[in-house]
């Protein structure tokens, strides 16, 4: 059975980093893409970031853009979400998620990724 967990969430001010770690079992993340994705309620998910399955190219929300990075170990199974320069608006609750494709412009398209975390909670003061 497939497994992602998402870790690192958290209470952080306006400003602030935090690291969100995304870790597999019961599957081999090398060969799908991963992204993270965001949601508040009322919302639907909102595209974050994606790299492919060789971490040799990467798109990022424009919202994110220049303040996120995604990363990737395939070794370990894993992935992470560096975000810096936080933003009240950049509270929600994050999840990772994977996708058997090689890259696509559908990459930000959340219907098209296959296995789900159960998201961590991420939320910026003012």
């Not at 019961?26 to 790299?51: C, D, N």
């Not at 975000?83 to 090689?102: F, G, H, N, R, S």
Request: glycine share 12%; hydrophobic share 35%.
């Amino acid at each position: 059975q497939v497994h992602l967990v998402e870790s690192g969430g958290g209470l952080v001010q306006a400003g602030g980093s935090l690291t969100l770690s995304c870790s597999a079992s019961g599957i081999s993340i090398s060969t799908y893409a991963m992204a993270w994705f965001r949601q508040t309620p009322g919302k639907e998910r909102e595209f974050v970031a994606a790299i492919v399955r060789g971490g040799s190219l990467k798109r990022y929300g424009d919202s994110v853009q220049g303040r996120f990075t995604i990363t990737r170990d395939n070794v370990k199974n894993s992935g992470s979400l560096q975000m810096t320069i936080l933003k009240p608006e950049d509270t929600a609750v994050y999840y990772c998620a994977l996708a058997d494709t090689a890259w696509t412009n559908s990459i930000t398209l959340a219907h098209i990724y296959d296995f789900w975390g159960q998201g961590t909670q991420v939320t910026v003061s003012t």
